[in-house]
């Protein structure tokens, strides 16, 4: 367990063992979510589409034959 001082600005360095680990670099965005008194710190992805695409692998991406539907749809006034 790693323990981290904060500075007077609310600012808390993470660790290099830990930014190696997530893949996090300088200028990456991250989420911090409070859990009811536990507080995380969530990488954020760039695009939620393009992170999760794959997941679930077939013959069709799921989410683009979902925005698919829902264009069409969109299309005939519904």
């Known amino acids: 367990m790693n323990?981290?001082?904060?500075?007077?600005?609310?600012?808390?360095?993470?660790?290099?063992?830990?930014?190696?680990?997530y893949g996090l670099k300088k200028g990456d965005r991250v989420h911090v979510v409070d859990y009811g008194g536990v507080?995380?710190?969530?990488?954020?992805?760039?695009?939620p589409i393009d992170?999760?695409?794959?997941?679930?692998?077939?013959?069709?991406?799921?989410?683009?034959a979902l925005i698919k539907s829902r264009q069409e749809d969109a299309d005939r006034g519904k």
């Open 3 to 21: 323990i981290l001082t904060m500075s007077g600005k609310g600012w808390v360095v993470i660790p290099q063992e830990l930014r190696r680990r």
């Open 39 to 47: 507080i995380s710190i969530v990488p954020a992805s760039e695009s």
């Open 51 to 64: 992170s999760t695409e794959g997941m679930l692998r077939g013959k069709e991406s799921l989410v683009k």
